[in-house]
C-alpha cells in the first residue's frame, strides 16, 4: 500500500491510474477506523482498482467548542488494518496540505445543509462538503463511498454531486452496527462503560419505531411521540431532535411517504451520537401502503 501525504502527489498518482483506464474508488474518512469503515471499503474493492481511502481530520467541519482537538487520531492502527484489507493508497494530508495560506473558497448545500445537524453545528455541511469536493478533484474516482449512519451528509454530497455536475458517483452503504445495536462511530470511544451500554437506547427507539409501522402506524407525531418516549427511559440520554423527513430534501413530514427517514441525535453524557432508520412506503393503487423498514 503505498502512504501519500502531499496534494500533488496524489493528483499525480490518480491521474495516472485514469489515463491506464483503470476505475478508482475513494473512501473518504476522518479515521479511527472501525468495521462501519471496512465494510465501505470492502465494497469499493468489488468495484474498483486503484482503492484509495482518505485519513483527514477535517477542521472546518467542526464548530467552535466541538471535539477537533480531542478527535481520535490513530494513524498507524489505520494504516496496518487498511493494508490487511488490500486497499491500493491510503492518503493521509496535513491540513495545510488540503487548506494552504489563504484558502478561502467554500461550498454550500443551501436549505438541504441548514437543517437538522445543519441547524444544530452551523457551518458543518460546509465544512464537509468543501473537503468532499476537493478530495473528489484530487483523487478523480469513480466512485465514492459514504456511510448510511450520516445520512444527511450523505445527502448533502449527492446533492452536491448532481447540482455541480461532477463525475464520480456516489455510492452510500448501509449501517454497520455493534451486536446490541448501536451504530459503529468513531465517537463510541468517548463513552464510558455506563455510557455505552445506555446509548443502545438510540436503537431501540428506532427499533421500536420500526415495529409501530409494520403494526400500521405512519402519522408521524405518533411515531415521534414513541421514539422520545424511549429515548426518556434512559436518564443518561438527551435527545437533541428525533423527526421524520424526507430522505430527498430532509424537510418534516406529518405522514410516512415514499422515501423517508426517522432521524435522530442525542447527547449521552458528553457524546453525541447519531442514528436513522430508513422507511420506503409503496403505495399499490387502491391497496394499503406497505411499510419496509431499515435499521
Known amino acids: 500500500m503505498e502512504v501519500i501525504h502531499t496534494v500533488a502527489w496524489m493528483s499525480q498518482v490518480a491521474r495516472q491510474a485514469r489515463s491506464e ?48 482537538a480531542r478527535y481520535p487520531r490513530t494513524l498507524e492502527a489505520d494504516r496496518e488494518a487498511l493494508e490487511k484489507l488490500g486497499v491500493d493508497i491510503l492518503f493521509s494530508p496535513s491540513p495545510e496540505e488540503i487548506y494552504p495560506p489563504g484558502f478561502t473558497t467554500v461550498v454550500s448545500v443551501e436549505g438541504l445543509g441548514d437543517r437538522l445537524e445543519g441547524r444544530v453545528r452551523p457551518g458543518h455541511f460546509r465544512g464537509v462538503a468543501t473537503v468532499v469536493l476537493k478530495l473528489l478533484e484530487i483523487a478523480v474516482p469513480r466512485f465514492a463511498y459514504f456511510g448510511r449512519k450520516d ?31 448501536l451504530a459503529m462511530s468513531s465517537r463510541n470511544a468517548y463513552l464510558s462503560a455506563n455510557e455505552r451500554r445506555a446509548a443502545t437506547v438510540l436503537y431501540r427507539a428506532l427499533e421500536t419505531t420500526q415495529q409501530a409501522i409494520a403494526a400500521g402506524e405512519f402519522d408521524s407525531a405518533r411515531l415521534v411521540a414513541e421514539a422520545r418516549r424511549v429515548l426518556a427511559t434512559q436518564p443518561l440520554a438527551n435527545p437533541d431532535y428525533v423527526e421524520i423527513v424526507d430522505a430527498e430534501s430532509f ?9 423517508c427517514l426517522m432521524v435522530l441525535a442525542a447527547r449521552i453524557g458528553a457524546t453525541r451520537l447519531i442514528d436513522n432508520l430508513l422507511i420506503e412506503i409503496e403505495q399499490a393503487g387502491s391497496s394499503p401502503a406497505r411499510a419496509h423498514c431499515e435499521l
Do not use: W
Open 151 to 181: 445520512a444527511q451528509q450523505a445527502q448533502v454530497i449527492r446533492r452536491m454531486a448532481r447540482d455541480l455536475s461532477l463525475d464520480p458517483e456516489i455510492v452510500v452503504c448501509p449501517i454497520v452496527r455493534e451486536p446490541d445495536g
Open 21 to 68: 483506464g483503470r476505475i478508482a474508488g475513494l473512501v473518504p474518512t476522518m479515521g479511527a477506523l472501525h468495521a462501519g469503515h471496512f465494510s465501505l471499503v470492502q465494497a469499493a474493492r468489488r468495484a474498483a482498482d486503484p482503492v484509495i481511502v482518505s485519513v483527514f481530520v477535517n477542521p472546518k467541519q467542526f464548530g467552535p467548542g466541538e471535539d477537533y
Open 251 to 259: 424537510e418534516a413530514l406529518p405522514r410516512l411517504r415514499g422515501h
